[in-house]
């Protein structure tokens, strides 16, 4: 009999657990996006999320959701602006929706990369039965990449046909690295390279660009330097700084001319004596022979 009233009780202890369990409304979060577009530092933003009440038998009433629930004393990057943490839905029907918009602010010294945001739900059933839920949401956070990119240094003024230089400076200001930095020419002058690819530059880090330009033409001479640069999605950024200067006329001044002008009778004149005095060594040498055989036929 004992063991009889013990098995019932587990039984009814048991079923008890199951229809609790069975019955106990559960919510999820059904789908969520960021309404402004992909999360950025240092930027406010709106999320919206959709909250299902997946129970086939109790609405969920009184529902407190906590935005960044983190209890953790670390520094949270992501919070609400203009608003509290905390955010509350009077009743979800059973098997029904409701969104949420929470206004989100991405502090601009957020590492970049994915975020997992807590989010957590308080809510009770038709009998006044609290429950609570935690959920983890990502949030891909975009970091601005910050290129300083001097103006470009280029003299004022540049001789016909004699090549200069085109310089720039670049400096990562970024919190993270930035990839697949090149840099391409275009200008009326020639140069001997059309692209330069400088790759990574690190965070803190200067990179100093040189193209070699000459031009045959006389006059102003116009030209432009493109970055092109990438960020941690992949996505290209482009940057573009214009020069100008003036090709000048190769001047040749009198006192050149006369230097090259007296340098030239000289010249000509040594030539000529090497030249004759080679004539006479010849001339010479073939007497010299012509004697030598006259003496052996007098012998």
Do not use: C
């Amino acid at each position: 009999m004992k063991n009889k009233i013990i098995l019932s009780v587990l039984i009814i202890f048991v079923l008890t657990i199951g229809i609790t369990f069975a019955y106990t409304p559960k919510i999820m979060i059904e789908s969520y996006k960021f309404e402004d577009g992909k999360p950025t530092a240092g930027e406010n933003n709106t999320l919206s999320i959709i909250l299902k009440n997946t129970s086939k038998d109790y609405s969920i009433r009184n529902l407190s959701i906590i935005f960044n629930s983190n209890e953790k004393s670390e520094k949270r990057y992501i919070t609400t602006y203009e608003s509290s943490n905390i955010f509350y839905i009077r009743k979800i029907k059973i098997d029904d929706t409701s969104e949420l918009k929470i206004p989100i602010f991405i502090d601009s010294e957020i590492p970049s990369g994915v975020h997992e945001i807590p989010i957590k739900f308080v809510y009770e059933d038709v009998n006044k039965r609290t429950y609570e839920q935690t959920h983890l949401i990502s949030v891909p956070v975009s970091v601005p990449k910050k290129l300083d990119i001097s103006e470009i240094i280029v003299p004022e003024e540049v001789v016909q046909g004699e090549e200069f230089n085109i310089q720039l400076r670049l400096f990562n200001e970024s919190k993270s690295n930035i990839e697949n930095v090149k840099l391409n020419l275009e200008s009326q002058g020639k140069s001997y390279e059309k692209e330069i690819r400088v790759g990574k530059i690190e965070q803190g880090e200067t990179e100093y660009v040189d193209f070699k330009v000459y031009s045959d033409k006389i006059g102003d001479l116009k030209g432009k330097v493109t970055i092109v640069f990438e960020d941690e999605w992949n996505k290209k950024h482009e940057q573009t700084k214009e020069f100008s200067t003036k090709v000048i006329e190769q001047v040749i001044t009198k006192e050149e001319v006369t230097n090259k002008t007296n340098y030239t009778p000289y010249i000509i004149g040594i030539v000529a004596f090497v030249f004759v005095y080679f004539i006479y060594l010849v001339l010479k040498k073939r007497k010299n022979n012509k004697k030598n055989k006259e003496l052996e036929l007098d012998e």
